[in-house]
């Protein structure tokens, strides 16, 4: 198997024409993209390997999946656990606002901690 290298010229030295596989087209939701950022940040060799690697899309989506996941099931079980139902929507809205602000803050910080800044 022989692969011809072609080399593009750039001031005074020859650089190799590189180009990494195309990636699968995957939107990225909020999570993988906070933990994109925090990869670039501090985890830059684990960044740049799944990224040469043509791994990293797949990796925040799957990220980005699992966080979701884990958001939703922690914000039903805090609501129930909490007694926070329909019926206390309806009685009063306001103290349902509230409640459900608090568990969705409850939940993110969770995810935050135990997947997305890891």
Same mark, same amino acid.
């Given at each position: 198997?022989?692969?011809?290298?072609?080399?593009?010229?750039?001031?005074?030295?020859? &650089?190799?024409?590189?180009?990494?596989?195309?990636?699968?087209?995957?939107?990225?939701?909020?999570?993988?993209?906070?933990?994109?950022?925090?990869?670039?940040?501090?985890?830059?060799?684990?960044?740049?390997?799944? &990224?040469?690697?043509?791994?990293?899309?797949?990796?925040?989506?799957?990220?980005?999946?699992?966080?979701?996941?884990?958001?939703?099931?922690?914000?039903?079980?805090?609501?129930?656990?909490?007694?926070?139902?329909?019926?206390?929507?309806?009685?009063?809205?306001?103290?349902?606002?509230?409640?459900?602000?608090?568990?969705?803050?409850?939940?993110?910080?969770?995810?935050?901690?135990?997947?997305?800044?890891?």
């Amino acid at each position: 198997m022989s692969t011809k290298i072609t080399y593009t010229q750039q001031g005074d030295y020859l &650089l190799p024409d590189l180009k990494l596989p195309e990636q699968p087209n995957v939107e990225i939701g909020i999570w993988g993209k906070r933990h994109l950022r925090y990869l670039e940040k501090h985890h830059p060799i684990i960044y740049t390997n799944l &990224l040469t690697s043509c791994k990293l899309t797949e990796y925040l989506a799957d990220i980005d999946k699992q966080a979701e996941d884990m958001f939703f099931r922690l914000v039903k079980q805090l609501a129930e656990k909490e007694g926070v139902t329909e019926q206390l929507k309806a009685d009063n809205q306001m103290l349902w606002v509230r409640k459900m602000n608090n568990i969705y803050n409850r939940a993110q910080e969770i995810v935050n901690a135990e997947l997305i800044y890891t």
